[in-house]
């Protein structure tokens, strides 16, 4: 069975960058590794995704390990409307999220 | 406004009782996907449709059912409520039914059941 870890809790000051890790060690050689985020009182929102290659957009970079088995969501500089909880989606046929990692995010 | 809408946004009901949550998902979108999250708990996956049929299937009760429409809405029926159905209930929309590189889920605001 497919198994997603990731840390429950991180802690960040502003303005500095997280790192948010997860491994997916069983993920499949053609399943996109997906990044969502929930904020307070809202629905999970999409972050990011990629397969093999690390990945940028205007919210986070994610960077994938070369072997796939984990990958890392890098926000560049953490504001308080980042604090969320992170969850990340290795890709397949099971539509399960991970646990998800509590991002607080200090002034 | 994400673009999939939920009804109702707060449902309080009693044990023994039956409710029906709906979705109508994106435009365009053809993937319909429900989750649960009780308090303080993680996404858990429920069930998935595409175009009419059911696709995949996850920790679903046999008490709940769901179901989409031809104009792609669905609705996730819960009977017979317990106390520990009270949770969030995301419906999520998809453009394809398949987990490739171009399908992101688009989520709900969700709807919240309590069941007294």
């Known amino acids: 069975d497919a198994k997603t870890t990731q840390p429950n809790s991180m802690e960040s000051n502003e303005e500095e960058p997280v790192h948010l890790p997860c491994n997916h060690s069983t993920i499949s050689g053609t399943d996109y590794i997906h990044w969502y985020r929930q904020l307070p009182s809202q629905g999970p929102e999409y972050v990011i995704h990629g397969l093999t290659s690390n990945v940028n957009n205007r919210m986070a970079s994610l960077a994938i390990a070369e072997d796939r088995k984990s990958s890392t969501l890098i926000l560049h500089r953490a504001t308080l409307r980042d604090a969320a909880v992170y969850y990340c989606?290795?890709?397949?046929?099971?539509?399960?999220f991970g646990p998800g990692t509590r991002l607080s995010v200090l002034p | 406004d994400s673009g999939v809408t939920q009804t109702p946004k707060h449902l309080i009901t009693a044990t023994g009782q039956r409710v029906t949550l709906r979705c109508s998902p994106r435009?365009?979108?053809?993937?319909v996907y429900w989750y649960q999250q009780s308090l303080d708990q993680g996404l858990q996956f429920l069930i998935q449709y595409y175009n009419g049929e059911e696709r995949a299937k996850g920790n679903i009760l046999e008490r709940f059912s769901a179901q989409q429409f031809p104009d792609l809405h669905s609705e996730l029926n819960l009977s017979s409520l317990e106390l520990g159905d009270s949770a969030l209930y995301f419906c999520?929309?998809?453009?394809?039914?398949?987990?490739?590189?171009?399908?992101?889920?688009?989520f709900g605001a969700g709807s919240r059941l309590t069941v007294l």
């Open positions: 435009s365009g979108d053809l993937s």
């Open positions: 989606f290795p890709g397949g046929q099971n539509f399960v």
């Open positions: 999520a929309s998809s453009v394809e039914v398949g987990w490739t590189g171009a399908n992101v889920l688009t």
